[in-house]
């Protein structure tokens, strides 16, 4: 009786398989064929900032790619966190993704001590865009030097004088120009700005004497002679500024090594499908290999950054020990 077809027994344990069967298979299909609906860049950084211009850059490209819309949803607030957290707690489909950049997704896991989420646990790096290349601008009416070397020997004669400024507290301008102080014992104040504009207003108009600030941003005062270009933040020349020598190739004690640039790429919450997050680094790589993103992004200073995801997690793990490092090392704390 126990193994008659029509045991109720059976007939359970048959309907139990079925009902899994029909759960599984839409799964699958919804993974093969994704996306079936638009997806979502979550920016936590307002409209018109640098990071939404890359982003805005690679919009209608990657929509082509993935032949769907692809949306860029405004989180901003707390240097990046709220659409952080947002992205963090999404339903893991690939339709919700996070637009981040080396602070996001790295300083700010040592600026900020209470985060509702983890920089690296909670997401799962999916693919970078470029490299941002900051270049040391000064103002040649508050601080009158040509080279990095008389730019160091000046503000260390004077402690406490020149007043540096940044887009905001733990913002990459404000890190990068606190690693450079740290690395060469130098003595400056820093004044956080709220965001780009606002920053490099300031030394055009001789409120601060420098920022450390994007290529891009500062190459229209720079073509004005408005301001001075000492060094590159990057390992590497920039061919938008090709003239400009990189700050690690100075020669001034503490500068050998210095790589300050930043980052933006995509993240996904953490529990995504590999195949999706495959598919979305694929179309991604496609879109960077673009001639014309290639050279617009090239003729603003910055550097395409093509890596696999176990290549990006690694550089957001790598990352995320160096800021550690600096922040200590700077004492600088946001909470």
């Known amino acids: 009786m126990a193994n ?4 109720p027994l059976r007939f359970v344990r048959r309907a139990l398989l079925l ?19 638009p997806v979502t860049l979550i920016m936590g950084f307002p409209a018109g900032s640098g ?11 990657l929509a082509r790619q993935l032949g769907r819309p692809v949306i860029i949803d405004y989180k901003s607030g707390a240097a990046g966190n709220i659409a952080s957290e947002y992205v963090a707690h999404a339903r ?3 339709y919700t993704l996070s637009f981040g950049t080396a602070a996001t997704h790295g300083s700010n896991a040592a600026l900020y001590k209470k985060l509702p989420f983890d920089v690296e646990a909670d997401f799962i790096p999916v693919a970078p865009v470029l490299d941002v290349s900051n270049v040391l601008t000064v103002n040649p009416d508050v601080i009158n030097v040509k080279t990095l070397k008389e730019f160091v020997e000046l503000v260390k004669a004077n402690p406490g004088k020149y007043n540096y400024a ?3 507290n733990g913002a990459g301008t404000h890190m990068a120009f606190a690693e450079f102080n740290s690395r060469l014992g130098l003595n400056m104040v820093h004044v956080p700005y709220k965001g780009g504009p606002e920053a490099i207003t300031s030394v055009v108009r001789g409120e601060t004497c420098c920022i450390m600030n994007q290529v891009q941003t500062v190459l229209p005062h720079y073509k004005a002679g408005k301001v001075r270009l000492l060094g590159v933040t990057t390992a590497t ?5 090709k003239e400009v020598p990189t700050i690690a190739s100075s020669g001034v004690p503490g500068t050998k090594g210095f790589d300050s640039s930043i980052w933006f790429g995509i993240f996904a919450p953490k529990g995504t499908d590999p195949q999706i997050v495959d598919k979305l680094n694929a179309a991604v790589k496609a879109v960077l290999e673009t001639p014309e993103v290639r050279e617009r992004f090239e003729s603003q200073g910055n550097t395409v950054r093509i890596e696999t995801p176990a290549q990006f997690k690694k550089t957001v793990h790598d990352n995320r020990v160096k800021w550690a490092e600096v922040a200590k090392a700077a004492n600088i ?3």
């Open 4 to 7: 008659s077809p029509s045991s």
């Open 19 to 37: 009902a899994a069967a029909s759960l599984a298979v839409p799964a699958a299909f919804a993974q093969h064929d994704w996306p079936q609906q």
């Open 51 to 61: 990071v939404d211009v890359v982003a805005r850059a690679i919009q209608e490209p």
């Open 92 to 94: 893991p489909d690939g």
């Open 166 to 168: 940044s887009t905001g």
């Open 237 to 241: 020349a920039v061919p938008a500024v």
């Open 333 to 335: 704390s946001i909470d």
